[in-house]
C-alpha cells in the first residue's frame, strides 16, 4: 500500500462513510500507481463493514464517474476476480467537497456498467460469504430511500444492514479548513511522487482548439491512455505540431485523432527520418499494413492506379520502396489518418470501397489499428445531409 495514496483517499470527499471504507480498502490493495487492483467483492465488503450488494453498488458508481476502470474481466477459476485501476488523478482532485457530487450528477448521463461477478461461487477463495447474502430475505433486492447526495439507504426490514451506507453531515467551515491544510501541505501528501498528475481538462487546455471537438470521443480516446502516458501525451502536443509543419501538412488533426493514434510516439525518429529524406532523397522502407502504407494505397486509388501490387506485397509480408518526397506529397494530396480497432464499424463499412478498388483489409484480430481517411468512405452518411469525407 503505497502511503501517498492513502493520504489522498482520507482526504477525499465522498460524502459517505461506505464510499470512503471501500476506497481505503482498494487503495489498500493497489500498487502507487494505482494499478493491480483485484480483491473480491466479499473481502470488500467484509473490511468496508457493509453487505456484498453495498459494495457493488459502490464499486459501479466509482466505475461510472471514472475513480475505477475495469481492466479485465475476472474467469471462472478460483481466485479469479475483476482487474481494476484507479485514477490516481482523480484521486487526488477528490480533496475538494464540490466535486464528488459534480461527478455523480454527470454520471446519471452514462450508462451504469455491468455487474460484478467476482463475489460468484468459485471466483474467489472467501467467494462462500456471498452465501451469507443469498441465504438472507431480500438481500439482493428492497426498498431504497434517498440520503444525502443521492446515497442509496438499504430499508431494514429488507434484509439489509442498517449501517450499509451513512452519509455523512457537511461542515463547511471545517471542509474549507481542510482543503486549506490540503492545499498547503507537502508535495508528497499533495500528489503522487511530488508531481502534479494530468487530467482531462488539463489536455483540453493543452491541445489547440480543443474544446471545440466532440467531447464524447475524446473522453473514450483519453481514458484508452494508461495512466503513465498520458503526460508525455500532453508533453508531445507542441513538438507534434511542429513536426507536422516541418513537414509541410496543413490543416488541424483532432484531438481524439492525436490520442488515437499515439502522435507523440517516435517524433524524433519521424523527424530524423524526415530531415534525413529531404537532404539527400534517402528511400524510405514501407512495411504493410503501416500508417505510411495505407497513405500510399490511398494516394494511389485517388490518381487511378491498380493497388493490387501493393495488397500482394503487404499479404506476402514483403516492404515496399518510397522516398520522404513521395510521403509528404502523399499526405497533403490525402490529408490525415486516423487509426481505427480492426474489429470496429468503421473498418465494415470501408471492406465494399475497398474491394470495389482493388485493395481490402485482412481480418486482423486484437488490438490492431487500420488506418483510414474518416471513419466513413466516400459518400458514406451517417445521417441525413452529413458527408463529412473530404477523401
Known amino acids: 500500500m503505497s502511503a501517498a495514496l492513502l493520504g489522498l483517499a482520507l482526504k477525499a470527499k465522498l460524502h459517505s462513510q461506505t464510499r470512503k ?138 434484509g439489509y444492514h442498517p449501517d450499509d451506507t451513512q452519509p455523512l453531515s457537511r461542515n463547511l467551515s471545517y471542509e474549507r479548513e481542510g482543503a486549506g491544510a490540503s492545499a498547503a501541505g507537502p508535495a508528497s501528501e499533495r500528489e503522487p511522487d511530488g508531481k502534479p498528475v494530468p487530467s482531462f481538462d488539463d489536455f483540453l487546455e493543452a491541445y489547440p482548439f480543443a474544446r471545440g471537438d466532440n467531447r464524447v470521443k475524446q473522453r473514450a480516446a483519453w481514458e484508452a491512455i494508461a495512466f503513465d502516458q498520458r503526460a508525455a501525451a500532453i508533453d508531445g502536443i507542441g513538438a507534434f505540431i511542429a513536426e507536422r509543419k516541418a513537414g509541410g501538412i496543413k490543416g488541424r488533426l483532432s484531438s481524439e485523432v492525436y490520442l488515437q493514434g499515439r502522435n507523440w510516439i517516435g517524433l524524433e525518429a519521424k523527424a530524423a527520418q524526415r530531415k534525413a529524406s529531404e537532404a539527400t532523397g534517402a528511400p524510405v522502407v514501407v512495411n ?34 518510397s522516398n520522404g518526397g513521395e510521403l509528404a506529397a502523399a499526405a497533403k494530396r490525402i490529408g490525415d489518418l486516423g487509426a481505427y480497432r ?42 441525413d445531409g452529413d458527408d463529412e469525407v473530404k477523401f
Open 288 to 321: 504493410g499494413w503501416t500508417r505510411d502504407w495505407w497513405l500510399l494505397l490511398f494516394d494511389r486509388i485517388k490518381a487511378g492506379k491498380p493497388p493490387g501490387f501493393w495488397v500482394s506485397q503487404a499479404d506476402a509480408g514483403k516492404p515496399l520502396g
Open 21 to 158: 471504507m471501500v476506497l481505503i480498502k482498494l487503495v489498500d490493495c493497489c500498487q502507487e500507481d494505482g494499478t493491480r487492483i483485484y480483491p473480491s467483492l466479499a473481502t470488500i465488503a467484509e473490511d468496508a463493514e457493509c453487505s456484498v450488494p453495498t459494495a457493488r453498488r459502490v464499486m459501479q458508481t466509482f466505475c461510472r464517474v471514472g475513480l475505477l476502470r475495469k481492466v479485465r474481466d475476472g474467469g471462472a477459476g478460483a481466485k479469479s476476480t475483476n482487474h481494476y485501476e484507479m485514477d490516481v488523478e482523480m484521486l487526488a482532485r477528490l480533496r475538494r467537497p464540490e466535486l464528488w457530487p459534480a461527478l455523480e450528477a454527470a454520471a446519471l448521463h452514462d450508462p451504469a456498467p455491468d455487474s460484478d461477478e467476482d463475489d460468484a461461487a468459485g471466483h474467489a477463495p472467501d467467494a462462500g460469504s456471498d452465501q451469507q447474502d443469498k441465504a438472507s430475505p431480500g438481500a439482493n433486492k428492497g426498498i431504497t430511500v434517498e440520503g444525502y447526495h443521492g446515497d442509496s439507504l438499504p430499508n431494514p426490514a429488507e
Open 342 to 383: 480492426c474489429d470496429g464499424p468503421e473498418i465494415d463499412a470501408w471492406r465494399p470501397w475497398l474491394a470495389a478498388k482493388g485493395a481490402r483489409i485482412p481480418p486482423f484480430k486484437g488490438e490492431f489499428r487500420v488506418f483510414l481517411p474518416s471513419p466513413m468512405p466516400p459518400g458514406g452518411k451517417r445521417d
